[in-house]
């Protein structure tokens, strides 16, 4: 993504101000976001695949689709 200088962050004045162009936020405050977002997401699908292969005797779908992620 592309980056401009403008108001410094106060979280993060270390970048002296770095932000994303299309939606002018702080560089490190959108990396922070993302991690988070992405460990949610991430507990979220092991905690599927956790019920899934509890559940795996009510249908063979479960045990394809199980076998295909290589769990």
């Known amino acids: 993504m592309r980056s401009f200088y403008g108001d410094e962050c106060a979280k ?3 970048i002296a101000g770095r932000r994303y162009l299309p939606n002018r936020a702080c560089i490190k ?3 922070e976001q993302n991690k988070i ?3 949610a997401n991430r507990a979220a699908l092991l905690e599927l695949i956790a019920a899934a292969q509890s559940a ?3 249908s063979t779908r479960l045990d394809e689709a199980l076998l295909s992620m290589g769990k």
């Open 12 to 14: 993060h004045p270390e």
């Open 56 to 58: 795996r005797w009510l």
């Open 37 to 39: 977002r992405h460990a």
């Open 29 to 31: 405050c959108h990396s």
